[in-house]
């Protein structure tokens, strides 16, 4: 089959097709021939030696990806809930090794769901980490009805899914992007609209019971204010430092960092929202296979609206 190898950190370059031997499975895998896989952030920041990179660098060959959906090529004699024929979709092995670029991928049974008929692959290889982190984050903080919640990049992966969650909870939903992508964060259903570029955000200090921080540094720090006293901020993209924890002690505010983890229990809940209508993943661009270096360009731009997909 072929699959995307790694060759060390760096550049796209460094990402090279190569043709290797399918995988075997466990008893409790299932081996997926993949028709879509999602592009995230993570993906780009590993390949360039960060990101989880230090948890796989002792791995050869060294796979990226791990958002797929496909169709069960073959299952494991203890896999009770998919067989071969079905459509299925998930984050694999996440924080681990996914290996996801490839034709044919690995994933134990628990890490998936089957996908929805009323999506296409593409749609359902979107649903996944981006999708999984918003609603594993907002679970956390134990969002619900009639709080208010702030979220930030409401255009990018994760932010649009989280705006249609919280909306859905039955929250208040700011969200902030640029003036370029009003339009597209209003359709999420926002009550809010906040251009960051600007001064707007200050004017909601102490208003919100819930930041969601996909942005870091020193959106950090420009967001802890805005938290009520006894409210909580969740920032994925790295951890708090010394600073930001004081300034959040201060303010009263639980502010903490979170990690995505693979699961299928809440893949099926996800499954269930996105059959129903009331989560949509929007794919901004689908690639061929071949494209996955156009692809990370893309994330690596910083600038890219809903998911970027790769069509096997
Ligand atoms: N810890 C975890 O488990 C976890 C899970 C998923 C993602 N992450 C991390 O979370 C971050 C976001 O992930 P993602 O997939 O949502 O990224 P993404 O899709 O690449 O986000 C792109 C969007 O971010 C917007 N943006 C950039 N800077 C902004 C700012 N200062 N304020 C508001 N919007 C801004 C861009 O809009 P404009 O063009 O308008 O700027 C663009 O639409 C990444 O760092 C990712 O690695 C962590």
């Known amino acids: ?88 979709f998930g984050m694999v092995n996440f924080p681990g090794h996914g290996k996801a670029y490839a034709e044919y991928v690995v994933a134990p049974a628990s890490h998936l769901a089957l996908k929805p008929q009323n999506i296409s692959f593409e749609e359902a290889a979107a649903a996944t980490l981006a999708l999984l982190t918003a609603y594993q984050v907002l679970k956390k903080a134990k969002v619900q009805s009639s709080q208010k919640v702030l979220v930030h990049a409401a255009a990018g992966g994760v932010g649009h899914f989280a705006v249609q969650l919280a909306k859905h909870w039955g929250t208040y939903v700011i969200g902030t992007g640029s003036e370029k992508n009003h339009d597209f964060i209003v359709g999420l259903g926002v009550d809010e609209f906040i251009d960051y570029h600007g001064d707007q955000l200050d004017t909601i200090v102490g208003h919100v019971d819930f930041a969601f921080d996909t942005i870091g540094a020193e959106n950090i720090i420009r967001s802890l204010p805005l938290v ?82 790769v069509s096997l």
């Open 1 to 88: 089959m072929k699959a995307y190898i790694l060759n060390e950190p760096g550049d796209t370059t460094q990402l090279q097709i190569k043709e290797i031997a399918i995988p075997e499975i466990a008893g409790d895998e299932v081996l997926i021939r993949v028709k879509a896989i999602s592009i995230n952030p993570v993906d780009s920041k590993t390949r360039q030696g960060k990101g989880i990179y230090g948890r796989l660098k002792e791995e050869s060959p060294l796979i990226l990806g791990w958002d797929v959906a496909g169709i069960v090529e073959k299952a494991g004699a203890e896999v009770k809930d998919f067989k071969e024929g079905d459509e299925v």
């Open 228 to 309: 009520k006293r006894g409210g909580t901020l969740i920032s994925i993209p790295t951890g708090l430092n010394d600073e930001q924890k004081q300034k959040a002690t201060e303010l009263g505010v639980d502010a903490y960092f979170y990690l995505v983890e693979s699961s299928g229990e809440d893949m099926k809940e996800i499954a269930e929202l996105l059959s129903q209508g009331i989560v949509k993943a929007h794919v901004s661009k689908v690639l061929p296979f071949e494209q996955m270096a156009e692809a990370h360009q893309a994330i690596d731009s910083g600038r890219t609206v809903g998911k970027i997909i």
